[in-house]
């Protein structure tokens, strides 16, 4: 299982970035995916997820109406569209996998996920 995220980068306040999670060894169809965020001295957050089996898809407050999370099975990708960024939403972004061919009912917890990507850094100015 390997995760890799690009996308990334630096924007102004009010701006958009769209990223993305390239996912190989493993059909997406049978996994969650999900978005979390780190900023310096925080803890780890989740932003949101999608489950692989149904499509079904959770937001944090914080992203919800600003962010989407979306897959390509025939990629087996996930993306991350982020609009209306705000200084509070700089962090480093990663995306997680975690086997569960059923729908999610609920947005997981960090524990939940065994399989992580690297990471790429969101800097939105003010």
């Known amino acids: 299982v390997q995760l890799v995220e690009s996308g990334g980068g630096l924007v102004q306040t009010g701006g958009s970035l769209r990223l993305t999670c390239a996912a190989s060894g493993f059909t997406l169809g049978h996994y969650a995916i999900g978005w979390f965020r780190q900023a310096p001295g925080k803890e780890r957050e989740g932003v949101a997820c999608i489950s692989g089996s149904c499509g079904s898809t959770y937001y944090a407050d914080s992203a919800k109406g600003r962010f989407t999370i979306s897959s390509d099975k025939a990629k087996n990708t996930v993306y991350l569209q982020m609009n209306s960024l705000k200084p509070e939403d700089t962090a480093v972004y990663y995306c997680?996998?975690?086997?569960?061919?059923?729908?999610?009912?609920?947005?997981?917890?960090?524990?939940?996920?065994?399989?992580w990507g690297q990471g790429t850094q969101v800097t939105v100015s003010s």
């Open positions: 997680a996998a975690a086997h569960h061919p059923s729908g999610l009912g609920y947005n997981p917890p960090t524990e939940f996920y065994p399989y």
